[in-house]
Structures are given as structure tokens and as C-alpha cells.
């Protein structure tokens, strides 16, 4: 077994799409509408299945926000350059939403190097230095 996919609802799928695309260097991988189901979903990665897992962004029509929870954690994603990373967010920030939560620095305890941002719809990723 593995992971095929995480889905999160967004509120704006194109607004989301431009943020994962241009500031995390994700591709789009395929696009689904679904208008009788009130609903579209856009699969994003730094691969396709199987080799890679995918991001699912699934926008229901006519909801334009979400309550995050208490148990939604993070993403996390690898990088050869967090604090490159982070900049990439900071430059997009302006027109697609996001921030940088926590700059680039090693995890408290030990040396990996990770950043914190979060995406136009406040879920949190971490940036994390591989390589």
C-alpha cells in the first residue's frame, strides 16, 4: 500500500491552484468539474500516481471558506533550500495569499532545518531541508 492523494477544501480552487503551482512549485496534474455534483477538484504534485502522492484540492461550489479544526496538523513537504522556499511564498504573498508562520531555522532539539507557511486558506505546511 501507499499514499495516493490528501485532499483539503479550498475556497477558491484558482486562487489555490496559482498559490501551490507558483509559490510551492507544484504542477497541475488534471483537472475534474463536476457541476451536477457541485463540486471541482484539481490534483496537484511534484509527480503523478503512482510514483508520487498528489494533492487534492476540491472546491464545493458556493462555499467560500472553512473552519480548519483542531485536528488538521500540516503538510509536509521537502525542499533543497528552505529559506529559498520561504522567499518563493513571501514574493507570491501579496497576490495569492499565504505566509511564512515560522522562517527558516533547525527544529528546536536538533538540526533538520524547517519553516512553516501557510496557504491562502490557513492550512499549515512544513518546509522541510532534504538534500
Same mark, same amino acid.
Do not use: W
Given at each position: 500500500?501507499?499514499?495516493?492523494?490528501?485532499?483539503?477544501?479550498?475556497? $477558491?480552487?484558482?486562487?489555490?491552484?496559482?498559490?501551490?503551482?507558483?509559490?510551492?512549485?507544484?504542477?497541475?496534474?488534471?483537472?475534474?468539474?463536476?457541476?451536477?455534483?457541485?463540486?471541482?477538484?484539481?490534483?496537484?504534485?511534484?509527480?503523478? $500516481?503512482?510514483?508520487?502522492?498528489?494533492?487534492?484540492?476540491?472546491? $464545493?461550489?458556493?462555499?467560500?471558506?472553512?473552519?480548519?479544526?483542531?485536528?488538521?496538523?500540516?503538510?509536509?513537504?521537502?525542499?533543497?533550500?528552505?529559506?529559498?522556499?520561504?522567499?518563493?511564498?513571501?514574493?507570491?504573498?501579496?497576490?495569492?495569499?499565504?505566509?511564512?508562520?515560522?522562517?527558516?531555522?533547525?527544529?528546536?532539539?536538533?538540526?533538520?532545518?524547517?519553516?512553516?507557511?501557510?496557504?491562502?486558506?490557513?492550512?499549515?505546511?512544513?518546509?522541510?531541508?532534504?538534500?
Amino acid at each position: 500500500m501507499h499514499i495516493l492523494h490528501t485532499m483539503l477544501r479550498v475556497g $477558491n480552487l484558482q486562487r489555490s491552484v496559482d498559490f501551490y503551482t507558483q509559490a510551492l512549485g507544484m504542477t497541475l496534474l488534471r483537472t475534474v468539474q463536476r457541476p451536477e455534483q457541485r463540486y471541482d477538484l484539481a490534483y496537484l504534485g511534484y509527480g503523478a $500516481n503512482p510514483e508520487h502522492a498528489e494533492l487534492e484540492l476540491t472546491y $464545493n461550489y458556493g462555499v467560500d471558506r472553512y473552519e480548519l479544526g483542531t485536528a488538521y496538523g500540516h503538510l509536509a513537504i521537502g525542499t533543497p533550500d528552505v529559506a529559498a522556499a520561504c522567499e518563493a511564498v513571501r514574493r507570491q504573498s501579496a497576490a495569492l495569499g499565504g505566509a511564512v508562520t515560522r522562517e527558516a531555522g533547525p527544529v528546536q532539539g536538533g538540526s533538520t532545518v524547517i519553516a512553516f507557511v501557510t496557504d491562502p486558506d490557513g492550512y499549515k505546511i512544513e518546509l522541510i531541508q532534504r538534500g
